[in-house]
T-cell receptor
Framework: DAGVTQSPTHLIKTRGQQVTLRCSPKSGHDTVSWYQQALGQGPQFIFQYYEEEERQRGNFPDRFSGHQFPNYSSELNVNALLLGDSALYLC?????????????FGPGTRLTVT | GQNIDQPTEMTATEGAIVQINCTYQTSGFNGLFWYQQHAGEAPTFLSYNVLDGLEEKGRFSSFLSRSKGYSYLLLKELQMKDSASYLCAVTRGGYKLSFGAGTTVTVRA
């Protein structure tokens, strides 16, 4: 049973560029959440997708957008990259319709903005 | 506010016990998670507390007091592999997890 998978593992971008990160949830899960984790900090909630719609959003600017596909996989897009966007981006999936059940995290994508 | 406070670092000896405290603001509180995160890896689920009391799971136990806005994670019979960051996270009736900054535990031989 495959767990949560994310791609790519690492990514280096230049300021002003755009990036797309991908996530496939754990088998049987229908809810995907995205988190940003800066070095030495806890993960910060970006948004959650359920039934292909953004259900809740954290305190992140509109440069951060996402999408969920019919197979429950998800993408995180970040436009106009800033140096401060350098972080580990974690995807988490869950199966409870309320979205508050245990969330399973993927290995993350390490984004470096230069 | 969402302040979730936990100590930054703790050090203990192999075989010992360590208790990691977490305090949070009680408004809207729904439940509390503990995650373990090794350096460069994803957080992995340890425990979930909704009701007051102690939940024991092998060498790890988690306690919650809803009225006091307080939880702790107890790690017994410490092993070298327990060296990691331990994250306290709260849900407040929405869908997101609000995390503390994490406590780095170092286990020494």
């Amino acid at each position: 049973d495959a767990g949560v998978t994310q791609s790519p593992t690492h990514l280096i971008k230049t300021r002003g560029q755009q990036v797309t990160l991908r996530c496939s949830p754990k088998s049987g899960h229908d809810t995907v959440s995205w988190y940003q984790q800066a070095l030495g900090q806890g993960p910060q909630f970006i948004f959650q997708y359920y039934e292909e719609e953004e259900r809740q959003r954290g305190n992140f600017p509109d440069r951060f957008s996402g999408h969920q596909f019919p197979n429950y996989s998800s993408e995180l897009n970040v436009n106009a990259l800033l140096l401060g966007d350098s972080a580990l981006y974690l995807c988490a999936s869950s199966s409870d319709g309320t979205g508050t059940s245990e969330q399973y995290f993927g290995p993350g994508t390490r984004l470096t903005v230069t | 506010g969402q302040n979730i406070d936990q100590p930054t670092e703790m050090t203990a000896t192999e075989g010992a016990i360590v208790q990691i405290n977490c305090t949070y603001q009680t408004s809207g509180f729904n439940g509390l998670f503990w995650y373990q995160q090794h350096a460069g890896e994803a957080p992995t689920f340890l425990s979930y507390n909704v009701l007051d009391g102690l939940e024991e799971k092998g060498r790890f136990s988690s306690f919650l007091s809803r009225s006091k806005g307080y939880s702790y994670l107890l790690l017994k019979e410490l092993q070298m592999k327990d060296s990691a960051s331990y994250l306290c996270a709260v849900t407040r009736g929405g869908y997101k997890l609000s995390f503390g900054a994490g406590t780095t535990v170092t286990v020494r031989a």
